[in-house]
């Protein structure tokens, strides 16, 4: 039996710590939250959840952690939890291309035994990907296209006028760090690709504007030793945020799923 604590308590978090607490092999969800959103964080999820504002203040030391509060959150929390000697899960994998967040997350890990573990997210064939990495990769692409409503919000107001739009504009042509730092709240998955293959400064990364578009499409092209592949996602929202990744949420519970299961696919 196991004991899982939620960092955040957003639409994502609220998804997983549903869908966690109904496992057999759970004995327990918690929430870790900013100081001042205990009763909030009780409303979205249920009244007797226990809520703490770090994770020294839990009653009970969690066997795994959750990330789901977004870059700040991860920031704030995780060399915390790591050092701890608690394992972390996270989907805020685009915050890691910001300045040194990576290297003290791994230097809290290995002191504290732990380990980070970065989801697939909004996602797939990031294993196909990583096992690639394995053979050598001579080039990897994502492309990211979202309707123009999609990028409210981002750095693309700033290059685009996304209401006028009549055809799909290229909004970003560079490096998934660049794209990770551009957009913090929509290039997460430029980050995880980068990541899972070339890394951050050899993977390339487009971002678009489709008035065309049904829904948010990513598409990654890999080309190795291993041969060559694209996979393509046309992903759908969650019911109560419609820029919050269904897959994402379901993502991480697969993961904690994986942890406490016998059989791990």
């Not at 990330?67 to 685009?94: E, K, Y």
């Not at 996304?162 to 290229?170: D, I, W, Y």
């Amino acid at each position: 039996m196991a004991q899982i604590a939620m960092i955040g308590f957003g639409a994502v978090g609220q998804y997983a710590a549903r869908a966690l607490s109904g496992l057999p092999e759970i004995e327990g969800v918690s929430v870790l939250c900013r100081p001042g959103r205990e009763e909030a964080a009780r409303a979205a999820l249920w009244p007797d959840i226990e809520i703490a504002s770090s994770i020294e203040t839990l009653s009970r030391q969690p066997d795994c952690v959750v990330d789901c509060g977004g870059h700040p959150a991860l920031v704030a929390h995780g060399a915390a939890v790591l050092r701890n000697g608690i394992d972390l899960i996270t989907v805020s994998i685009g915050a890691l291309a910001d300045d040194g967040l990576a290297e003290r997350l791994e230097a809290a890990a290995r002191e504290g035994g732990a380990r980070l573990e970065l989801v697939s997210g909004a996602v797939g064939a990031i294993d196909a990907l990583a096992a690639a990495r394995i053979g050598g990769l001579d080039s990897v692409r994502y492309t990211g296209r979202k309707p123009p409503a999609g990028w409210a919000g981002s750095a693309a107001e700033d290059r685009l006028d996304l209401a006028s739009l009549t055809e799909a504009a290229v909004h970003f042509d560079g490096t998934a760090r660049e794209a990770a730092r551009l957009y913090p709240k929509n290039a997460n998955v430029a980050a995880t690709v980068a990541l899972a293959g070339l890394g951050l400064d050899a993977t390339k990364a487009v971002l678009i504007a489709d008035p065309n578009a049904s829904g948010n499409i990513h598409e990654v092209e890999a080309v190795g030793a291993f041969g060559r592949f694209t996979f393509q996602i046309e992903g759908k929202p969650l019911p109560d945020n419609p820029k919050s990744s269904a897959l994402t949420a379901m993502s991480v519970v697969r993961a904690v799923r994986n942890r406490v299961s016998a059989i791990a696919v």
